[in-house]
């Protein structure tokens, strides 16, 4: 990896999953070393995940990052420090009526996400359980962090601020959902639909056109008076590609899609071969 000073960047974004930890779940400790360096040279890690506030702040915690966290994909920026919301991306109340009308159409149940206190729910859903399998598996497994509103999404009840939604299902199913959601909402939303390892089944995330990672970063930058230009940013999955192509420095790690590399001005190693810590060790900290 050549072709880049050290010196000139002074944020690092970082999404989690696939690139801060390994294909198994955990961080490695040459990771986290490369990740204290590099604060110790001034650099700001900022994490930047599609995982809730709650499961991304344990790995802040493991990191010894008390940085603001991105997370949900970019709908929303919390201070680890006091939990407070630096920024969020809501969708407006028309735009989730015409969602939660595409989820009945389509027989599925939404995930939505909340913006709570550490010791609340993290989302809130109409019924469990469902019989949907994939949708069921993942509530099952975050159980205890899961709100069940009966009334929520037909507007008896006064909801939280919407942010983040989610289908679970299989690809095909999910696949056929987010073009739907283009078809009746296309220049107000934008979609990813991934699969976690965590999880059996694949999940379209539905978020405010301008709500990712970049955007959360550009805000974060501007707070601290960051140019875009000292802003590198490394990934591995589609909701990375923005931050990825318009930081000053945009990595894709190795492992990554093809759709992911080839915005990428850089690749680093894979998962198996720590390609954080080669990017702090070789670019970034390099003389």
């Known amino acids: 990896m050549t072709g880049f000073s050290g010196g000139r960047f002074r944020l690092l974004a970082l999404d989690v999953d696939g690139t801060l930890l390994a294909a198994d779940g955990t961080l490695r400790p040459t990771t986290a070393a490369a990740i204290a360096r590099a604060q110790a040279a001034g650099i700001r890690p900022v994490l930047c995940t599609g995982r809730r506030y709650r499961r991304a702040r344990e790995i802040a915690d493991l990191l010894g990052v008390d940085t603001p966290i991105v997370c949900n994909s970019g709908a929303v920026v919390k201070d680890p420090r006091d939990h407070a919301t630096l920024w969020r991306a809501d969708l407006d109340g028309p735009l989730v009526r015409d969602l939660f009308d595409l989820f009945r159409e389509h027989e599925l149940d939404p995930v939505a996400f909340t913006d709570r206190p550490p010791d609340q729910a993290d989302f809130v859903i109409p019924r469990y359980p469902t019989g949907l399998p994939h949708f069921d598996e993942y509530v099952a497994r975050n159980h205890a962090h899961a709100e069940i509103n009966p009334g929520w999404t037909e507007g008896t009840l006064d909801p939280d601020p919407v942010f983040h939604l989610c289908a679970v299902g299989t690809r095909p199913e999910m696949n056929l959902f987010e073009q739907a959601v283009h078809s009746r909402v296309d220049a107000r939303v934008q979609t990813f639909v991934q ?59 190795g492992h990554a899609p093809p759709s992911v590399r080839e ?24 003389s």
């Open 195 to 253: 699969r976690s390892p965590r999880y059996v089944g694949t999940m379209c995330e539905i978020l405010r056109r301008d709500a990712n990672k970049w955007t959360a970063v550009l805000h974060l930058a501007g707070l601290w008076g960051i140019d875009r230009a000292e802003i590198c940013a490394v990934g591995d999955d589609v909701n990375d590609v923005p931050m990825i192509r318009h930081a000053g420095l945009g990595v894709a790690m």
């Open 263 to 286: 915005v990428a001005a850089l690749i680093t190693g894979d998962h198996h071969e720590d390609g954080v810590a080669m990017l702090v060790n070789d670019v970034l900290l390099a």
